[in-house]
Antibody, heavy 122, light 108 residues
Framework: EVQLVGSGGTLVHPGGSLRISCEAS????????MNWVRQAPGRGLQWVSV???????FYADSVQGRFSISRDTSKNTIFLQMDSLRPEDTAVYYC????????????????WGQGTLVTVSS | SYVLTQAPSVSVAPGETARINCGGN??????VHWYQQKAGQAPVLVMY???DRPPGIPDRFSGFNSRNTATLTIIRVEAGDEADYYC???????????FGGGTKLTVL
């Protein structure tokens, strides 16, 4: 059974750092488009970052320069390193598997983890 | 950056048809995907590539995309369809994913 298990969310002070993880089962993260998507309390979905099979990474403007996505193929896990955290980064962070269609369409997320809560507050 | 616009809420009676719209500039030239998110749960893909259903999604769900509006249609709505629905596309110019603001479907 395909599974994505997120972990590492906790309470962090503004300006602090945190690394969250997402471990995959029954598929290989290195050959998929792996995303982080977040949802602030009572708000909608906001895309955060993606890592492509070839290693290219992309970020939403709101986190560019502060967040970094990576993967460890030996652990079949992706990570999101979050620095200079702000109260507005408070959200449930979901990891999701992206399925590529083509160069015009891009990809869609066919499977999502259960999410991990990051709270940024003093 | 590209913007997808959704109405905040839609209400329908059981057995009726719900139409959830997603507006965007020339969105018909893109592919749109839809996610269902029930309270306290992770999102679930219900439609991809405009009108393809993933395994396990009932054929009561269908999609259409043309000109400036993409639409997710649910016929014979059931109480279990009550959820937030989000449209999504991929911006080829930036390699960014864009979500609509979400529409809350209430089954009366």
């Amino acid at each position: 059974e395909v599974q994505l298990v997120g972990s590492g969310g906790t309470l962090v002070h503004p300006g602090g750092s945190l690394r969250i993880s997402c471990e995959a089962s029954e598929f290989n993260v290195s050959v998929n488009y792996m995303n982080w998507v977040r949802q602030a309390p009572g708000r909608g979905l906001q895309w955060v970052s993606v890592i492509y099979p070839g290693g290219a990474t992309f970020y939403a403007d709101s986190v560019q320069g502060r967040f970094s996505i990576s993967r460890d193929t030996s652990k079949n896990t992706i990570f999101l390193q979050m620095d200079s955290l702000r109260p507005e980064d408070t959200a449930v962070y979901y990891c999701a598997r992206g399925i590529w269609i083509d160069l015009w369409t891009g990809y869609y997320n066919d499977f999502w983890g259960q999410g991990t809560l990051v709270t940024v507050s003093s | 950056s590209y913007v997808l616009t959704q109405a905040p809420s839609v209400s329908v009676a059981p057995g009726e048809t719900a139409r959830i719209n997603c507006g965007g500039n020339n969105i018909g030239s893109k592919s749109v995907h839809w996610y269902q998110q029930k309270a306290g749960q992770a999102p679930v893909l219900v439609m991809y590539y405009d009108n393809d259903r993933p395994p396990g999604i009932p054929d009561r769900f269908s999609g259409f995309n043309s000109r400036n509006t993409a639409t997710l249609t649910i016929i014979r709505v059931e109480a279990g369809d009550e959820a937030d629905y989000y449209c999504q596309m991929w911006d080829s110019g930036s390699d960014h994913v864009v979500f609509g603001g979400g529409t809350k479907l209430t089954v009366l």
